[in-house]
Structure formats: structure tokens, C-alpha cells
């Protein structure tokens, strides 16, 4: 059975202060994992896609990076306004390309 | 462009009431389309998925159904709510690019 499982479930740090989200996966086969970001009560929204082990993407404060077995999402010198939770999937060959998601952690950033 | 509507954005219903969510896509053709419910500070759990006209796979089994009466749209029923199924549902669709899917901005339903 494919599993995400993120770590930490909740992460409170000071303005400018950095750090790391983790998120573990278990699949069959993977096609992609997702980062998504989501603000309380509206849907998550796209920030990256990795394909395959040593690929890293950047946006902004934001740096996503992929190993064979987990992904990390690393927060550069964050801001209040980056305050939400951040949501990891993985989409598996076949299957109709559905994501199965983790809990996902809800960051939050003190002026 | 691409868009996804979700309506309502808030609903209470009483338990054993019935239940419909509406789900449309503008601008593509013959999408798959996703049903997803969050719990209160959990992640998203699958409910349903469609890859086509009157074709539903069910994921998770439960008090509810779908039902996909044309190409761009997706409904969520149920015939009698339970208090369980209280949450935030949300409905998405995969433009089969790099991003995975794209989400409606959800609806909150409160059964009492």
C-alpha cells in the first residue's frame, strides 16, 4: 500500500528563523510528488513537482528536494505571510494519476 | 484558461438529510476527475475518482456515492448524512501536467 507520512505535524518558528519539512513515502512506483500549500479553508495550491532521487526545485523562500524515500521542503528566512500548511503527495503509475497525500504540516511563523 | 467551480462553500445540514455537492470544470475535455474529503488538521483521503462519463471508482467505502452525469461534471450524493460525515470536501482535476491537480476551493459541511 502507497503511504505518505509528514513529519513535523506542526512547527512554530520566529521570523527569519529556518527550517525543514519532512515527508516519507512508500510506493509501488513513483511518478511524481507533489508539495502543495494550504491556506485554512481553501484548497491546497501547487508549489512543486519532483520526478526522480537528487532533483531539487526553489521558488522564493521555498526549496523542495527528493531522495528515494523521502522529500524535504526547506524554508529559507520565512515570513509570516508563509504561515499555512504545506501538504506532500505522491502520484503512482497507473491508477488514474491519483495523489495519495500526507497529514501535512501546519507552519506557523511568529513576527 | 483552466477553472474548477464547487459550490456550496458552506452547508449545515441535519443527520439523515440527503446531500449533493456540485463539481464543474471550464475549459478541457474529458478530465479525470476527484473527489477528496480533509478531516480537521488531516491530510486529503481519496473518496472517489472518474475517468469518464457515468465511470466511478469508489476508494474508500462509506455513506456517500458519486455520480459523473457529464463529461465536466462531478457530483457528490448521499442519501441520509451521518454525523461522520462532517468535513471539508474537496473536488480536483488532473491536467495530466506537472502539477498533479488542480482544486476546487472546497466545501465545509457541518452535520448536527
Known amino acids: 500500500e502507497d503511504q505518505v507520512t509528514q513529519s513535523p505535524e506542526a512547527l512554530r518558528l520566529q521570523e527569519g528563523e529556518s527550517s525543514s519539512l519532512n515527508c516519507s513515502y512508500t510506493v509501488s512506483g513513483l511518478r511524481g510528488l507533489f508539495w502543495y500549500r494550504q491556506d485554512p479553508g481553501k484548497g491546497p495550491e501547487f508549489l512543486f513537482t519532483l520526478y526522480s532521487a537528487g532533483e531539487e526545485k526553489e521558488k522564493e523562500r521555498l526549496k523542495a528536494t527528493l531522495t528515494k524515500k523521502e522529500s524535504f521542503l526547506h524554508i529559507t528566512a520565512p515570513k509570516p505571510e508563509d504561515s499555512a500548511t504545506y501538504l506532500c503527495a505522491v502520484q503512482v503509475w497507473g491508477g488514474a494519476q491519483k495523489l495519495v497525500f500526507g497529514q501535512g504540516t501546519r507552519l506557523t511563523i511568529n513576527p | 484558461s483552466q477553472t474548477i467551480h464547487q459550490w456550496p462553500a458552506t452547508l449545515v445540514q441535519p443527520v439523515g438529510s440527503p446531500l449533493s455537492l456540485e463539481c464543474t470544470v471550464e475549459g478541457t475535455s474529458n478530465p479525470n476527475l476527484y473527489w477528496y474529503r480533509q478531516a480537521a488538521g488531516r491530510g486529503l483521503q481519496l473518496l472517489f475518482y472518474?475517468?469518464?462519463?457515468?465511470?466511478i471508482s469508489s476508494e474508500v467505502p462509506q455513506n456517500l456515492s458519486a455520480s459523473r452525469p457529464q463529461d465536466r461534471q462531478f457530483i457528490l450524493s448521499s442519501k441520509k448524512l451521518l454525523l461522520s460525515d462532517s468535513g471539508f470536501y474537496l473536488c480536483a482535476w488532473n491536467p495530466e501536467t506537472e502539477r498533479g491537480a488542480f482544486f476546487g476551493q472546497g466545501t465545509r459541511l457541518t452535520v448536527v
Open positions: 472518474s475517468v469518464g462519463i457515468g465511470q
